[in-house]
Every structure is written in structure tokens, then in C-alpha cells.
Nanobody
Framework: QAQLEESGGGSVQAGDSLRLSCAASGIAFTIYAMGWFRQAPGKEREFVAATDGNTPNTYYANSVKGRFTISRDDAKNTMYLEMNSLKPEDTAIYYC?????????????????WGHGTRVTVSS
């Protein structure tokens, strides 16, 4: 059964770091673009970061650029989001997603497989 499963969320203080993981099973991973999105309470889901398939190209939302790093280990079918210098405004449920294309997109509507999310809470 096709599945994306996020892990690594938690409650931290501002300035702390977290690393999120997204493990893929039952679906092709290597050649496809993968992305991270987040949804804060009362807000719409927004793009965080993405990586093209089969290339090292990465893309970031301006709000996380320089603080977050997206990476993938194709041998393990796993994608990561290293989050440093966390801020209270980073508080959200974080979702990973796969696009049925090698080229990443910042639009959630371009992704066809989604995980259930992992919660990140950053306190000031």
C-alpha cells in the first residue's frame, strides 16, 4: 500500500532545531519530486521546501530560506527537513508530499501523494 509517513515533530523552544523525516513505501520515490508543506492553526497549507527528482535542485519558501534544509536519501526512500533557528511562527503540522513529475512545484495541487503530517510546536 502506497504510503508517506512523517516523523520527527515535537515541541521545542525558539532557536532550537528539529529534523523531520518522510519515509516512502509502496510508491516510486527516486525519480519524483518531493516537497514539504505546512499548515498552521487557522491558516491555509503553505509551501515550505521541495526537491526535484534525480537532481540536487532544491527550492525554499522565503520564510525558511537559510534556516531549513531539505534533503533526500534515495537509497532509503526517505526525505528530510532539517529545521534550525526555529521560530514560534514555524508552529504547524508539517506534511510531506510526492509529485508525479521529476520537477518540483510550490503548489500543493501539483502533488498527488500526501502523508498524514507531523506536528511541530515552537514556544517563545
Amino acid at each position: 500500500q502506497a504510503q508517506l509517513e512523517e516523523s520527527g515533530g515535537g515541541s521545542v523552544q525558539a532557536g532550537d532545531s528539529l529534523r523531520l523525516s518522510c519515509a516512502a513505501s509502496g510508491i516510486a520515490f527516486t525519480i519524483y519530486a518531493m516537497g514539504w508543506f505546512r499548515q498552521a492553526p487557522g491558516k491555509e497549507r503553505e509551501f515550505v521546501a521541495a526537491t526535484d527528482g534525480n537532481t540536487p535542485n532544491t527550492y525554499y519558501a522565503n520564510s525558511v530560506k537559510g534556516r531549513f534544509t531539505i534533503s533526500r536519501d534515495d537509497a532509503k526512500n526517505t526525505m528530510y527537513l532539517e529545521m534550525n533557528s526555529l521560530k514560534p511562527e514555524d508552529t504547524a503540522i508539517y506534511y510531506c508530499a510526492r509529485r508525479l513529475s521529476y520537477r518540483a512545484s510550490t503548489s500543493e495541487y501539483d502533488y498527488n501523494y500526501w502523508g498524514h503530517g507531523t506536528r511541530v510546536t515552537v514556544s517563545s
